[in-house]
């Protein structure tokens, strides 16, 4: 071997042994990650699923009318933020006060139409009792000519008159206890204000006050206005869409997760999310509280017909419902539409995915003054035209004593002398 090629081959081998020692050291270093990577796996990475194909979600309470009517005010607009009860779009209720006018006339005349009835039941007892008085005393002066028919001081005929007179106060005993029983039928077991006649009447208040009540349309919850389109002028019908409110303390994420990830997801398992609007400065905690009954394509408005033959195998993403935690939703607020990461932890997979998910119940109270309100308005108009009778109805329907006793008396009387 020459001399140059000695010292080639000198410099060639330190060469090769550093190339030798540098891919021994990668090779340990992708060894070492690999080996970090399936620990971290195996410990960590296999217990969480992580998608960003996920968006708040929240109610959108629709504001609609219930009458028919014109708007002449519009409180709101989009963007501001109402509270539960305040008057957001009023209509024109001239039509609706001038029926309720009408349905409390109504009322105040029936009530004292019914009042009228329980008068009557005292009208006609006094009217029997004079009966039974006139009864008594025809039936005294038949005795009395009966008594001297003997003696030929009375003749036939007076007698006969005097016979005929306690039939005709019979039947006028008859009469009256038939009329104060026909009374009684419209009066029994009622008072004024539980009349049906009244009843009625108060049923026609109550419409007529709904619908007088309803020209003005109230936030059912506290939230923010969106899609506000109802303008001053405007001709709306029951059911239009005038404006939504958007409740945004209540909101919610829905978590588009692939179909391969759901195998060990279930209710009640903790999420952390974040938003893209905050960046991972922000972190949302919550839990997984449903599962859609179908994937996003089954629900969509044209479902896609895998029965066809021209069919490409796409894998389908499930809904999963996310609760975030209300006190840092009123920290950092989240509005409707914006995109989250979501990473839910699958360590505990104990739970169920159906059968355990929570029944929730969205309900205002604001509608329900309209009912006290009217019913407050009733009391008022029985009170004032029933007068103590509204009271004292009851306690009016004792029984005669015409015909318990001394009616069965007299009539008895009257058949031994006939």
Known sequence: MSETQQSAANVQTPANGKRKRLMALLAGVILIAAIAYGVYYFLVARFHEETDDAYVNGNVVQITPQVTGTVIAVNAD???????GDPLVVLDGADARVTLAQAEANLAQTVRQVRGLFVNNDQYQAQIAQRQSDLSRAQDDLRRRMAVAQTGAVSQEEISHARDAVKSAQASLDAAEQQLASNRALTSNTTIATHPNVLAA????RDAYLNNARNTLPAPVTGYVAKRSVQVGQRVSPGTPLMAIVPL??????????????KHMRIG???ELTADVYGSSVVYHGKVVGFSAGTGSAFSLLPAQNATGNWIKVVQRLPVR?????????AHPL???LSM??????????GGQLGNAQNTVYQTNVFDKYGADADAEIARIIAQNAGSEATAGVARQKPPASRGTRG????SGAAKLM
């Open 78 to 84: 989009d963007t501001q933020t109402v509270k539960a």
């Open 202 to 205: 108060a049923a026609r208040v």
């Open 249 to 262: 303390e209540a909101v919610w994420v829905d978590a588009n997760f692939k179909e391969v990830q759901l």
């Open 269 to 271: 398992q903790p999420v």
């Open 322 to 330: 996310i609760e975030l935690d209300p006190k840092e939703l009123h």
């Open 335 to 337: 509005r409707i539409g």
């Open 341 to 350: 990461q979501v990473d839910v932890d699958i360590k505990n997979d104990n």
């Open 408 to 411: 069965a008396q007299v009539a």
